[in-house]
């Protein structure tokens, strides 16, 4: 299975936010959108890097309550890891795994073309054990 699969199914919608906005207005995105993280973009630049869950709890045990006045630049992870469409899950399982992250931006050259989680991951990957299952079961009926 590859990351087009998964984008297949969960669409190529992704959840940005300027590097000139403000912590706060991070956190409500976040909020708004039930996810856990942001891609930051800046003037032609289409990653400048990523807004996560993780990032705001450094930034508020760093900064206090004054990190939420802060601009997501100064506190986004900068370094992204990204794949592309034709990565494998497997492929993806092991970045996710190495670099210790849940989000990871999909590109096409320097185009944005969507962000898969874990759980997209874990979804993928339940449901393709159950389709196992269900064609084991029926193998073994069919006796």
Do not use: W
């Given at each position: 299975m590859k990351v087009q699969n998964l984008l297949a199914v969960k669409g190529h919608e992704v959840a940005?936010?300027?590097?000139?906005?403000?912590v706060a207005d991070a956190l409500e995105l976040l909020r708004?959108?039930?996810i856990g993280a942001l891609v930051v973009t800046a003037a032609n630049v289409p990653i400048a890097g990523i807004f996560s869950e993780r990032d705001a709890v450094r930034a508020l045990a760093t900064h206090?309550?004054?990190a939420l006045e802060h601009r997501v630049a100064e506190l986004m992870?900068?370094?992204v890891t990204?794949?592309?469409e034709q990565t494998s899950v497997t492929t993806l399982m092991g970045l996710m795994t190495e670099h210790r992250i849940r989000h990871i931006p999909v590109v096409d050259g320097d185009q944005l073309v969507g962000m898969v989680s874990i759980g997209d991951v874990v979804k993928a990957r339940f449901d393709e054990l159950e389709h196992e299952k269900k064609d084991l079961l029926d193998y073994v009926s069919a006796r």
């Amino acid at each position: 299975m590859k990351v087009q699969n998964l984008l297949a199914v969960k669409g190529h919608e992704v959840a940005t936010i300027s590097q000139e906005r403000s912590v706060a207005d991070a956190l409500e995105l976040l909020r708004e959108r039930g996810i856990g993280a942001l891609v930051v973009t800046a003037a032609n630049v289409p990653i400048a890097g990523i807004f996560s869950e993780r990032d705001a709890v450094r930034a508020l045990a760093t900064h206090g309550a004054s990190a939420l006045e802060h601009r997501v630049a100064e506190l986004m992870s900068r370094e992204v890891t990204t794949c592309d469409e034709q990565t494998s899950v497997t492929t993806l399982m092991g970045l996710m795994t190495e670099h210790r992250i849940r989000h990871i931006p999909v590109v096409d050259g320097d185009q944005l073309v969507g962000m898969v989680s874990i759980g997209d991951v874990v979804k993928a990957r339940f449901d393709e054990l159950e389709h196992e299952k269900k064609d084991l079961l029926d193998y073994v009926s069919a006796r």
